[in-house]
């Protein structure tokens, strides 16, 4: 399979505990994405890490790329409630196909 | 600016009906398209993607077609669903600089 595949597949945290999720794919890549969905909704983009990059921020997100552990991890700090959601690690293959691996569940306890 | 509308929200098929859910894109040319399923707790399967009007590359042996016939519309077909047709279907774009998904359509086979 091509897919990301990511771990845990269940994450139950309380509020302010930091959120660590991870993904790993089996090919070589030009960048890695991750997305969020809240339940029964569409998918949010989150997050583009490049093959060349190893670490990346944005806002309460941080994400690192480990090309040659074919890895990745999204850290949420401090988090909320409301980060409650669905979050997906996605790669680019060729022809621009983006394909998912089969998140990790994340609830955030108030 | 670009967005995406996919519809119906929600649907509920008999067995052996025919299926037409549309995605249409605004705001940008050219777009490569795609229709995803998600089944209840799972990631997401791209099912068919389009580079172009008229091309349509399909993923997985399956019930389903898809068509584009015009730039910015992409059409998911069935002639007759089956109880398994049943998921959550998400229409995306990109124009190479991200993706970008609709709402989703939740298909419920009886």
């Known amino acids: 399979s091509q897919q990301g595949e990511e771990d845990p597949q269940a994450l139950s945290i309380q509020e302010g505990e930091n959120a660590t999720m991870n993904c790993s794919y089996k090919t070589s890549i030009n960048n890695l994405q991750w997305y969020r969905q809240n339940s029964g909704r569409g998918l949010v983009h989150l997050i583009l890490?490049?093959?060349?990059?190893r670490e990346k921020h944005s806002g309460r997100l941080r994400v690192t790329l480990d090309t040659s552990k074919k890895s990745s991890s999204l850290l949420i700090t401090a988090s909320r409630a409301a980060d409650t959601a669905s979050y997906f690690c996605a790669t680019v293959f060729q022809g621009g196909k983006l394909i998912f691996g089969q998140g990790t569940e994340l609830s955030v306890k108030p | 600016s670009q967005t995406i509308h996919q519809w119906p929200a929600t649907l509920v098929q008999p067995v052996g009906s025919p299926l037409s859910l549309e995605c249409t894109v605004e705001?940008?040319?050219?777009?490569?398209l795609y229709w995803y399923r998600q089944a209840a707790g799972r990631g997401l399967q791209l099912l068919f993607y389009s580079v172009g009007i008229g091309q349509i590359s399909s993923e997985v042996p399956q019930n389903l077609s898809a068509s584009r016939p015009q730039d910015r519309q992409f059409i998911l077909s069935s002639k007759k669903l089956l109880l398994s047709d049943s998921g959550f279907y998400l229409c995306a774009w990109t124009n190479h600089y991200g993706y970008t998904f609709g709402s989703g359509t939740r298909l419920t086979v009886v």
């Open positions: 890490i490049r093959s060349n990059e």
């Open positions: 705001g940008t040319s050219n777009p490569n």
